[in-house]
């Protein structure tokens, strides 16, 4: 049977009425999916009976299962979820005051292979649907209630596992049903998309609007993106800058450029006037974050003296810049560690059997 939470709003007012119910019902039945966040048909208590057992007679209503939860004292919360396929994704919660912003998983593995990333030494494996994607958001704000730690995701960004724009049509439908007015309602300044960018798919946020884009450059040059990003550098470094400055934004938007400092590779004072060059004529604001090493990966944190010098040579070059604060550092809080490591420990436990999600 189909997953009840495949469908965007429109299409759940035509499936309604094509069970021959009015489309007032689609709309009740849309918050008690997506608002109230109830598991059960069952629990619909507005709908008329007969339209609760017609529900569970021809749909499905299934969330993923949190398979493992990993907790940092500084209150990041990672969850490890199982999807109805038996594929592991991540999602985290990371603490802002009372409030909570998320990172969502689009696939199963990535395809794009940045070499200092756990989710790119998996490979790919799958893509995920729009449903499976915003379901994160319904179980992390489950997780959140059953835990006394409020209910609110403040803030969505696509961060996790994946690369937003490789599965662009399911992100778009999971941006769309989180975005409904009638639901969770996320608006555009609230959901952030990251992307290593991909050429000729970069239109979608001046067009669609529907999320504000990040884009994952951790390179000044294209030698040391090629190393780092050997999917995401087959565009080239100077075309894709030129590509951002023609991107439309709303007044008042910038670019946000996303750069993790890794010892060594590109985080010297010499990198930082590089990327000083690359984008002095992008309209932009820049948001360091120091690298978080993950097991199997030889790169190493940058040090602290680093990562400020080069924030200071930014800041004096004019440009607005963060310093992301690595969250969760106490547990395998980057993207793909835990999952690589519940892999690893089924692995070990499961005799012979393979993972069963295909990413060894
Ligand atoms: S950093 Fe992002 S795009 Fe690169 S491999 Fe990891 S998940 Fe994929």
Known sequence: MRNILELTCPELEEAVQAMGHQSFRARQLWQWLWRKGVREFSAMTNLARDFREQLMREWALDWPEVHEVQTSSDGTVKLLLRLADGALVETVLIPDKERYTQCLSCQIGCPMGCTFCSTGLMGFSRNMTGGEIAAQVLVARD???????????????????????????????????????????????????????????????????????????????????????????????????????????????RVTIEYILIKGVNDSLQHARQLVRLLSHLKCKINLIAYNPGPGIEYAAPAPGDVLAFEELLRKKGFTVTLRKSKGQDIAAACGQLKTEAQGRMNSTTSKEGPNDGTA
């Open 143 to 253: 997780y959140l209630r059953a835990h006394g730690l409020g209910d609110e995701v403040k803030n969505l960004v696509y961060m996790g596992m994946g690369e937003p724009l490789t599965n662009w049509d399911e992100v778009r439908r999971s941006l769309q049903i989180l975005s409904n007015a009638e639901g969770l309602e996320f608006s555009r300044r609230r959901i952030t998309l990251s992307t290593c960018a991909i050429k000729g798919k970069m239109d979608v946020f001046g067009i669609e609007g529907l999320a504000l884009p990040a884009i994952s450059l951790h390179a000044p040059t294209q030698e040391i993106r090629e190393s780092l990003m050997p999917g995401a550098a087959r565009w080239p470094i100077e075309e894709l800058i030129a590509a951002l400055q023609g991107m439309e934004l709303k007044a008042r938007e």
